[in-house]
């Protein structure tokens, strides 16, 4: 929506009336053309939702009723454009008055990351304006912090939390839908909205085609193939549930959003929610976790335990983390250094869709994201590489630039002018371009490079069909979900949210949500800045000494990517020669891009949990609420391996 044509608010759905431009009121006409299928100047409630949604905007289900129980005055069961009009004014009044409420907030959020503390705001209304007593400052206070832990977050975002409706069991995802708040009217672009929103909702849609013959093979889905969305299955979901990649996606997300940052502890902390109470799934409990993510968790989970008990800090605020000096102490790569499954993949496309603005950042970020819980160089690389092509669908690029077999070449500052590991260079160079698919070599293995060429190979054999491709992915057997998980955030955001299958779309968990969270994407993404940013804490692996150059030929480096026997195997060979660089919290945006090429040599970082070797961490403390998915594997598969 176009910014109002008077630097005055209105401040009543009348005023709107009046104060919206000719522009604004000929968009909302050709929105609601779109769907007046009869040309009868008139639309089903029905269609309300879809008639917004194309405006950017996001209504829940009991907001639309609402409207409609409002303005069908007539009780005729049809709308029209006078009504609709109606309908905008008062959405656009009530964004308004959450806008001022905001603004107030801004006033004592000094540092301007979205949140004050309680023990502020007491002060404020104790000694302010109106006398409350202490009794009434702890009533309303109670009200306010909702997750109960000492801070308020005033941009309304509280459905980012983890919440509970009972002692042990968390708020489900569809039942946030009440609490969704939007961005102001007007900021969000609408194209850069349609390519966002069709990533993720991409992502969870490929997830939930593939969710109910996870680990069927190939040769069983050959013959019985995957045509519609079907609900049983393996995990005995609805049609339309999602499973662990689009869980841990909307993680990620969750806490781009909420901090307005890239800060992985956050991000940690929030697959620790999923992991140990259902936070972000789409049955409530966690399920399908990879083995390699599970124990990568679990050491985090040290490593909190280990800095509560050295700094002193409080176990109920250990989530909360917010000062960057704290942060800058903790070391936030968790992972094995060998784990190279596609978990670091599945989750990837929140990020470069926050900062594709700054590709650079938004290249080395999806790498970073991945290394917390995937430690291995490969790993790491092929997230990089797979968040430039997202960054590139969002940017416009043609399916040809794509896929371009130079694309690395062509885009070398977004890397920062690193190499590429030679695997996923072979990738780039287009060994996926095979006619014959499974039969020419392409597997949805669990092997983070195989679902990387079999999620590029479904986008490559169907430039014109985002469904078709996402059936594609899926048959290809064994990790169905995440090959079209993969596939669905790159394909989304080419094709865009538009042309995903209106026939899956009407079936999909979550949507409501996951439309809003889209919105903030766009939103807080658009807002940030390498200036602006608090908290960049960065462990970056020096690029010397563990990438390896642009090959001339296509060997793997075994000496560097042992193979295990067993995903299970709690001992694992470090790389030699590994050495990190690490950013703190206060390094400026040339601090940032020189040390994205460079050693600094040593390390500062506080391993906190060097007394929990790894046979520990896989014996203790494991979840009690989480079923684990043989398919994230802890060691770099390799074709060939005896393990599949």
Excluded at 331 to 357: H, I, K, Q, T, W
Excluded at 441 to 452: A, D, F, P
Aim: with cysteine.
């Amino acid at each position: 929506m176009n910014q109002l044509s008077t630097s005055q608010s209105p401040t009543s759905v009348i005023d709107w009336l009046e104060h919206f431009t000719e522009e604004q009121i000929q968009e909302f006409r050709q929105a609601f053309l779109l769907y007046d299928k009869d040309s009868d100047g008139a639309i089903s409630p029905k269609v309300l939702g879809s008639v917004m949604r194309t405006l950017g905007q996001n209504p829940t289900e009991d907001e639309l009723k609402g409207l409609i129980n409002e303005f069908d005055c007539e009780g005729k069961g049809l709308i029209d454009f006078n009504e609709f009009l109606q309908m905008m004014a008062k959405r656009a009044h009530e964004h308004n008055e959450e806008d001022e409420l905001r603004e107030a907030f801004r006033v004592f959020d000094k540092n301007g990351n979205g949140f004050i503390k309680v023990a502020e705001l007491r002060h404020v209304m104790i000694n302010l304006g109106e006398q409350f007593s202490d009794h009434e400052v702890d009533e309303m206070l109670q009200e306010i912090d909702i997750a109960g832990n000492g801070i308020i977050r005033y941009e309304g975002k509280p459905w980012l939390e983890l919440q509970f409706r009972t002692e042990n069991t968390v708020t489900r995802i569809h039942e946030l839908d009440n609490q969704l708040t939007y961005p102001p009217a007007g900021k969000v672009q609408k194209d850069i909205l349609n390519r966002v929103l069709g990533s993720l909702q991409g992502l969870a849609m490929g997830d939930a085609l593939g969710a109910h013959v996870e680990f069927r093979p190939y040769h069983f889905l050959e013959k019985n193939p995957v045509e519609d969305l079907h609900s049983g299955g393996t995990w005995g979901l609805n049609k339309g549930e999602f499973t662990d990649d689009t869980s841990m996606a909307l993680c990620l997300a969750n806490s781009l959003v909420a901090r307005k940052d890239f800060i992985p502890y956050d991000q940690l902390v929030r697959y620790k929610w999923w992991f140990r109470h259902g936070y972000m799934s789409s049955t409530g409990t966690c399920f399908d976790i990879g083995a390699a993510t599970k124990r990568s968790l679990i050491e985090f989970e040290h490593r909190q335990q280990a800095f509560m008990k050295k700094s002193k800090f409080p176990k109920d605020k250990i989530d909360f983390v917010l000062s960057p000096d704290l942060l800058k102490k903790f070391n936030v790569d968790c992972s094995e250094s060998d784990a190279a499954g596609n978990g670091a993949l599945m989750r990837l496309a929140p990020v470069p869709l926050f900062f594709y603005r700054y590709p650079e950042y938004a290249v080395e970020f999806s790498g970073v994201s991945g290394r917390t819980t995937h430690g291995d160089q490969i790993a790491y690389d092929a997230c990089r590489y797979y968040g430039a092509l997202i960054v590139a669908a969002l940017q416009g690029s043609s399916f040809e630039d794509l896929l371009d077999k130079n694309f690395y070449e062509n885009h070398l500052p977004w890397f920062n002018n690193k190499p590429l590991h030679k695997e996923i260079i072979k990738v780039a160079r287009g060994s996926y371009k095979k006619y014959g698919g499974h039969k020419d070599g392409i597997r949805g293995k669990g092997y983070i490079v195989q679902s990387l060429e079999a999620a590029l190979w479904a986008f490559w054999a169907n430039k014109d069909s985002f469904g078709k491709g996402a059936l594609d992915a899926v048959n290809l057997g064994d990790d169905t979900d995440t090959t079209a998980a993969i596939y669905g955030q790159l394909a989304g955001a080419y094709h865009g949210f538009r042309n995903l299958p209106d026939k899956w779309m009407q079936h999909m968990y979550g949507k409501e949500f996951i439309h809003c969270l889209s919105q903030w994407i766009v939103y807080e993404g658009q807002n940030w800045s390498p200036d602006k940013s608090q908290t960049l804490i960065i462990n970056l692996p020096s690029t010397q000494s563990q990438s390896n150059p642009i090959p001339t030929s296509s060997s793997t480096n075994k000496q560097n990517y042992p193979e295990h026997a067993s995903a299970s195997s709690s001992q694992v060979r470090p790389k030699s020669g590994a050495s990190y660089a690490n950013i703190g919290s206060t390094a400026s945006s040339k601090d940032i891009q020189r040390q994205m090429s460079t050693p600094s040599g040593s390390t500062q970082l506080d391993n906190a949990s060097s007394s929990f070797n790894t046979q520990q961490t896989q014996n203790r403390n494991t979840s009690q609420h989480s079923t684990t998915s043989p398919k994230d594997y802890n060691t770099a598969e390799r074709k060939g391996s005896t393990f599949v």
